[in-house]
């Protein structure tokens, strides 16, 4: 039938069906996150003027330096992502479009995620606290600590945890601090036995760590890649895959003694 079309004619039937379709993804919702850098919060000190680490039944040690646990901002679970958003975020270094599935779990409610982040975040600080006492040798039955952190869920603040727990009790073990005094940023999750566990997110995550001062950021080791890809002028990596690598790796970066491992 385009045979007795016009040229202008035949053209208009052929684009207005891409026209539409085009239109349509334009404004239809995709599987798509887009995240961005989101808060730190230094572990040794106050967040939301709430200590976020309290330890009883030990000598608690007055601290120098940061360690700053921090995080990403994402687009809401039920926040509708459209084909321009991807478009102009995609590009950006300061920010990450993500598929929808690898943020939140398929299928779950807004509570039912928020549910989960919050057991997620309670797993991990009691990881991080028996980790830490496991490392310094002390009972849970004498030391007791408190792990508060508001607005923040899910698990890669634990290495961070656990160091702060350490850093208030023991230091670097000879008096001085585990940080050094610098600003020292990082993530990974951390398990009782003092394992270290990816996270993702690093590449955002290193941004919004210069962002808030740190010179020092710990990476867990199999993201080293993720995390060169958009890092910061003046921010320094440090791999790490275990409690026992990381404390070392902080005493040689302290006292410029012994070898730092770089990505």
Same mark, same amino acid.
């Given at each position: ?21 085009l239109a349509t ?11 961005? %850098?989101?808060?730190?919060? #230094? /572990? $040794? &000190?106050?967040?939301?003027? *709430? ?8 000598? +608690? ?18 926040? %509708?992502?459209?084909?321009? #958003? /991807? $478009? &102009?975020?995609?590009?950006? *270094? ?8 690898? +943020? ?72 001085g601090d585990l ?85």
């Amino acid at each position: 039938m385009l045979s007795r079309l016009t040229r202008p004619q035949a053209l208009l039937v052929c684009v207005l069906p891409v026209v539409a379709l085009l239109a349509t993804a334009a404004f239809a919702p995709l599987p798509f996150t887009v995240a961005q %850098p989101g808060l730190t919060a #230094d /572990v $040794l &000190g106050k967040n939301k003027g *709430t200590q976020v680490i309290t330890i009883s039944g030990a000598p +608690v040690r007055a601290t120098k330096g940061q360690l700053r646990m921090v995080t990403i901002e994402a687009t809401g679970p039920d926040t %509708p992502v459209h084909l321009g #958003d /991807v $478009l &102009g975020n995609w590009f950006r *270094t300061d920010r990450a479009v993500m598929p929808h599935d690898s +943020v939140y779990p398929s299928g779950d409610t807004v509570k039912e995620i928020e549910k989960h982040n919050t057991q997620q975040m309670r797993q991990s600080q009691d990881a991080a606290t028996q980790a830490a006492l496991n490392y310094l040798h002390l009972s849970g039955d004498d030391v007791k600590v408190k792990l508060r952190l508001a607005d923040v869920g899910g698990p890669s603040a634990g290495l961070l945890f656990t160091l702060g727990i350490i850093d208030k009790l023991d230091g670097d073990g000879s008096g001085g601090d585990l940080t050094g005094g610098r600003t020292i940023a990082g993530t990974g999750t951390i398990d009782g036995h003092g394992a270290v566990g990816a996270v993702g997110g690093v590449a955002l995550k290193t941004q919004a760590a210069r962002r808030d001062g740190a010179t020092v950021f710990l990476v867990p080791k199999d993201e080293c890649s993720d995390a060169q890809s958009e890092l910061p002028k003046g921010l320094r990596l440090v791999p790490v895959s275990t409690l026992k690598g990381t404390v070392t790796a902080l005493k040689a970066l302290e006292t410029g003694r012994g070898s730092v491992p770089s990505c």
